[in-house]
């Protein structure tokens, strides 16, 4: 076979028998959050950067878009949207436009390597994922509503739910399988902490937000964005929650001390 072939089997995968490397996160919509959440800051910087700064900052935010599309997350290509909607008035028409084409490009490019993982194509597919959430979060009402205050204890979103197993669901994932999230961080936290548990983690972040600004607070808010309708991770929490607290503490770097959204 060609070296390239050698090499490649060499490294691990299918041709190898070896399993490949193992990846830097647990699943791959933790990533598609992370990506998500990196591209608020990068295009809030690109805002503020002329010429050659900036195009190396949009490439970079092409990049980042190119990594959401093969995450697979549809959560976090919406994401994206979002995040050069909210930037296009700082940017400005000309950069606007560049910025745009890049991160356009980036996601035509990953969608061609990516093949049937990345966000476009699921997007083709007909998919009854929302409807299976859906059903999910009626799952979890209903735990709430069997103990409202206190929840099921942290962690017990299986416990709360897997009694409640509707056709929609066990269709979608199997007779077999057993959920361990709600796929919604209102609902989760509803269910496991309770209505108490759930007032009190709300009241913490919006604390928080209400002094957070600058970068950082943009980076949070595009991984909290995802946790509307995918998991939370260990790893995306940690950071957004760091990234929230740095932002309402004005520990924020000079050079992007001024940088707005708006």
Known sequence: ??????????????????????????????????????????????????????????????????????????????????ALGVHLRSLGPRRAIVACALVVAGVVIAAGVGGESAGTERLARSSDGMATRIAVWSMGAQAVAERPLLGWGPGGFRAATSPRMTETVARAHGPDVVLNDAHNVVVEYAATTGLLGLAAGAAFVAAAAARAHGPRAGFALGIGLTWLVQPQGVDTTTVAFLALGAAASGAVAPAWAAWSPA
Request: glycine share 16%; with cysteine.
């Open 1 to 82: 076979s060609p070296p390239s072939v050698r090499r490649a089997c060499s490294l691990g995968g299918p041709c190898s028998g070896v399993p490949p490397a193992p990846p830097t996160m647990g699943n791959p919509v933790f990533l598609g959050a992370f990506c998500a959440g990196a591209l608020w800051p990068l295009l809030g910087i690109a805002a503020r950067a002329r010429g050659a700064r900036f195009l190396a900052i949009a490439l970079g935010a092409g990049l980042v878009s190119g990594a959401v599309e093969l995450s697979g997350s549809r959560v976090a290509r919406a994401g994206v949207v979002l």
